[in-house]
Nanobody, 121 residues
Framework: QVQLVESGGGLVQSGGSLRLSCAASGGIFRINVMAWYRQALGKQRELVAAITSGGSTNYADSVKGRFTISRDNAKNTVYLQMNSLKPEDTAVYYC???????????????WGQGTQVTVSS
């Protein structure tokens, strides 16, 4: 059974930094894209950043220059380094992985349980 486990959320002051981690496990054959999404209270879930298995990245305009996504393919883990945090970055952050389970012929999306990031002003 595939599991994505996130860690690293918390409370930080405006201008501070946090690093999120998400480790995928459970019968994984290959992971294509790994991504971070976030959902603020009362808002829709939005893409924050994504990274392919080859290392190509994509960022939301609101986080460009402040957040950096990276991954360790050997550990099936994706990271999100968040610098210069702002109160508007407050949200639940979710990890997403588009991956092949070794019993599947097609890739599927799997989600983590979410981790709260709160930025105080």
């Amino acid at each position: 059974q595939v599991q994505l486990v996130e860690s690293g959320g918390g409370l930080v002051q405006s201008g501070g930094s946090l690093r999120l981690s998400c480790a995928a496990s459970g019968g994984i054959f290959r992971i294509n894209v790994m991504a971070w999404y976030r959902q603020a209270l009362g808002k829709q879930r939005e893409l924050v950043a994504a990274i392919t298995s080859g290392g190509s990245t994509n960022y939301a305009d609101s986080v460009k220059g402040r957040f950096t996504i990276s991954r360790d393919n050997a550990k099936n883990t994706v990271y999100l380094q968040m610098n210069s945090l702002k109160p508007e970055d407050t949200a639940v952050y979710y990890c997403d992985a588009d991956l092949y389970h070794y019993l599947d012929y097609v890739s599927r999306h799997y989600w983590g349980q979410g981790t709260q990031v709160t930025v105080s002003s």
